[in-house]
């Protein structure tokens, strides 16, 4: 039983002292996803929707580079800093997930980093 740590160039490198995710088992963990461009690491602005559409695309492929995928999410965590717009984020976050949706917890807070908007975690199976 050994943890591997997960990096792809498809989504933002870790700009600190964390890593994209980890694999442990038949579990996939992942870092707090942001609206990051995967190139450059640059935040993409937009509105709620455009960062929710990039936070899920990010999300997506740590999850795709451990052996993953959003259809096998378990558990996500969503950090927003404007909870009047829970229904936009909502409205992009349902087209990821069509059919039954993985447990969720939303979590209003001040402040994000980079400026961000929102921010997501997930736990998923392999």
């Known amino acids: 039983m050994s943890i591997e740590y997960i990096e792809t160039e498809n989504a933002p490198a870790a700009f600190g002292p964390f890593v994209q995710g980890v694999r442990f088992e038949n ?24 960062q929710t559409r990039q ?34 984020m909502n409205e992009v976050y349902a087209s990821y997930f069509p059919g039954r949706c993985p447990a969720r917890a939303a979590v209003g807070i001040s402040a994000l980093a980079k400026n961000a908007q929102i921010e997501m975690q997930a736990i998923a199976a392999r």
Do not use: C, Q, W
């Not at 997506?60 to 936009?88: N, Q």
């Open 27 to 50: 579990l996939v963990i992942t870092s707090g996803a942001l609206p990051l461009h995967p190139s450059n690491g640059e935040f993409i602005g937009g509105d709620i929707k455009e």
């Open 55 to 88: 936070t899920l695309d990010n999300l997506s492929a740590v999850l795709e580079a451990a052996g993953s995928s959003l259809k096998k999410v378990l558990l996500i965590t969503v950090y927003m800093t404007d909870m009047d717009r829970f229904s936009e």
